[in-house]
């Protein structure tokens, strides 16, 4: 219960609580990772007096030991991680590839030593450590027999559904960092039948801005009649972090429905995404990184609706 305990505050601490601000502050000084980890020992120290007066553990001075070891050690691995983000995105010998792929893997190995630290020493100073094969064997060979109070389930239900919301989410972004297509314009083509081979067709250029009244900026200049007709679409941003909140709801409905055992409407829910981005995939780049995008999402949804399903039987 207390490992669930700290990895469930680990997860509140590290995301809902992490805002935008705290992480850029993060990255400019060790100030921000000071804060960062006041926040997690803050957590963890409600989280454990509500668990003592709720009945769900028993108060020991070791659980005070282990929280300031936890807190330390977070602090030290996150230190760490910000020079190596810092000199990873820094490094000029490195293609845009590689870059997204070290960010993942160091968003990934930070998570997975945060998560070891915590379950490594609560083994440590709480569990009798030498009968952890037979207990992992039992649980790995005999799912049956493993029985889970309502309590547990509920913390258990809680990381999952923050670990979908928020771990996911931020993985799938590193990973698509690469491919984030930049460009707003999907389309811009010239179409006319032109009565000299003479003339003399220029683009001016336009700003995003009244875009209505600029397309006078595509100039002609002929000894002739000039047939042109002037076609464009333009694509504007959608509001900030509207992609991030549309992947948070996708990955938590396809958890809900793998619980519900209705796997075959999550086609329905891909499709009824792509209605919403029709017109953009017109432009390859922004197909290929909605595409990619939306297999992972779809994958780790499948992933947590399993874990799920697991938890409650």
């Known amino acids: 219960m207390l490992i669930l305990l700290f990895i469930l505050g680990h997860l509140i601490a590290d995301y809902p609580l992490q805002s935008d601000r705290l992480v850029k502050k993060k990255q400019s000084g060790t100030m921000g990772v000071f804060q960062h980890v006041g926040i997690h020992l803050i957590t963890y120290v409600v989280l454990v007096i509500v668990s003592i007066f709720l009945g769900l553990i028993e108060f020991n001075v070791i659980i005070i030991f282990y929280l300031f070891i936890i807190c330390l050690l977070h602090l030290l691995t996150d230190l760490i991680k910000e020079k190596l983000n810092n000199r990873i995105v820094k490094c000029s010998n490195l293609s845009p590839h590689q870059i997204s792929m070290r960010l993942t893997l160091l968003y990934i190995s930070d998570q997975l030593i945060h998560i070891f630290s915590i379950v490594a020493f609560a083994i440590l100073l709480f569990e009798d450590y030498n009968s952890l ?11 049956e027999t493993i029985e889970l109070n309502f309590q547990t389930k509920i913390i258990g239900t809680l990381i999952i559904l923050l670990t979908n919301t928020y771990f996911f989410g931020h993985l799938i972004g590193k990973m698509l960092s690469e491919f984030r297509p930049t460009n707003k314009i999907i389309e811009t083509s010239i179409e006319g039948s032109f009565t000299s081979s003479n003339t003399n067709l220029r683009y001016e250029g336009f700003s995003e801005l009244n ?23 333009f694509i504007s941003d959608s509001p900030p972090k509207a992609g991030m909140w549309i992947g948070v709801l996708e990955r938590n409905l396809i958890l809900i429905l793998c619980v519900s055992n209705n796997l075959s409407s999550i086609g329905f829910l891909i499709a009824m995404k792509a209605l919403t981005r029709f017109k953009q995939f017109d432009d390859k780049s922004f197909s290929e990184y909605y595409l990619i995008g939306t297999m992972l999402s779809v994958i780790l949804g499948i992933t947590a609706g399993f874990v799920m399903n697991f938890i409650w039987g």
């Open 133 to 143: 094969p037979n207990k992992l064997i039992d649980f790995v060979t005999a799912r």
């Open 211 to 233: 875009i209505e009244t600029q397309l006078d900026k595509y100039v002609t200049k002929a000894e002739d009649d000039v047939k042109l007709n002037k076609k464009i679409s």
